[in-house]
């Protein structure tokens, strides 16, 4: 597929650099925004040329950030604290204390090999302090560009938050802009309009909405994914299935917003409000709520 010549299978940065500089001498120096590289491929008359965009291959890129949490301290564990479930508030068999290795949630638990048994996982404080509220920003920051090719999506362990707010930085985060927001309730909690990345179009897909579809409490307690809709947009140019990549990478190359709104510095999740399952917080038991991630996958190149 084009989607696959435009994924240019070498990692290390030199080389393709110097194979982009060797094959500007005997094609177009750039194509779009992008340089040009050839490889050899076999085909039915024998070794040949293929031109293609320069491209590194996209990959998995939590493995390069810095994460830094905001209040410093909102990671459990010290003092150590017992945290109930949110479904019942007898049911208090998760214990957090940052001393303890098999009982610590560091922040690097988000970015560890998912599939462990138990699960591995950052947990902030309990909501110790309600009804003041219960804020955390996490920021991953690359120190380099990156182009997303998929969803950005972040796994909870706790509930998931019932306010929330994905933002982006171009500028190795010096001014942020918000992605997308994220409620229960999204006049209630933000004034907008509840929207859903089907609502989009190419002309609004620059758009930042809210959608209540990841914040449904705690019946739905095995829906644990808060994405952000990368492939639904790219979608909107180069068809349901992503037949069309050519036509997105047209638009990119031509639409410098449209380039932009894919590409960050750094990335900020903002909590604002944790999962409480019901309308009315139990402030008998402040140790039900609280934030958890196991997991967030960013892919881009
Ligand atoms: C975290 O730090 C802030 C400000 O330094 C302080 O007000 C707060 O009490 C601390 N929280 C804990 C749990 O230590
Ligand atoms: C989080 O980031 C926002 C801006 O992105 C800032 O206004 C806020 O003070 C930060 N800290 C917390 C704890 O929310
Ligand atoms: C970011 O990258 C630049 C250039 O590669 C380097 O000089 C700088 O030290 C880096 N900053 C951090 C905080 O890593
Ligand atoms: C409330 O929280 C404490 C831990 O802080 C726990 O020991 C207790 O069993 C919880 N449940 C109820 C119903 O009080």
């Known amino acids: 597929t084009f989607f696959s010549r435009f994924q240019f299978a070498l990692t290390l940065q ?3 650099t110097g194979m982009c500089n060797a094959a500007m001498q005997h094609y177009p120096a750039a194509w779009g925004h992008y340089d040009v590289c050839k490889s050899q491929v076999y085909s039915d008359e024998g070794l040949t040329w293929d031109y293609m965009a320069c491209q590194p291959e996209a990959a998995d890129m939590t493995q390069f950030l810095k994460v830094t949490l905001d209040p410093p301290n909102i990671t459990c564990g010290d ?5 109930c479930a949110l479904e019942n508030p007898y049911m208090c068999n998760n214990e957090c204390d940052a001393s303890t290795e098999e009982l610590a949630h560091p922040p690097q638990l988000m970015f560890d090999i998912e599939g462990r048994n138990p699960t591995t996982f950052w947990q902030s404080t309990t909501w110790k302090k309600y009804p003041k509220a219960l804020l955390v920003n996490i920021t991953l ?3 380099k560009t990156i182009e997303l090719t998929d969803d950005i999506v972040i796994t909870f362990e706790s509930g998931r938050p019932e306010q929330m707010v994905l933002e982006k930085s171009l500028d190795y985060g010096r001014t942020w802009q918000p992605y997308q927001f994220y409620a229960t309730d999204c006049l209630d909690a933000f004034t907008m309009e509840p929207k859903t990345v089907q609502d989009l179009s190419q002309h609004t897909l ?3 909405i809210c959608t209540e579809d990841y914040s449904r409490g705690y019946v739905w307690k095995y829906d644990k994914t808060v994405r952000f809709e990368i ?6 140019f180069a068809g349901p299935r992503l037949h069309n990549m050519a036509s997105l990478y047209g638009q990119l190359d031509t639409t410098k917003n449209l380039r932009d709104f894919f590409t960050i510095t750094d990335l900020r999740i903002r909590l604002l409000r944790p999962a409480t399952g019901a309308t009315m917080v139990d402030e008998s038991n402040l140790s039900r709520y609280f934030y958890a991630i196991s997991d967030i996958k960013v892919q881009g190149r």
Do not use: G, H, Q
Not at 231 to 236: S, V
């Open 206 to 208: 620059l758009d930042i």
């Open 141 to 143: 920051s690359w120190n």
């Open 14 to 16: 030199a080389i393709w």
């Open 79 to 83: 003092p150590p604290e017992t945290y």
């Open 231 to 236: 492939k639904d947009r790219f979608a909107l």
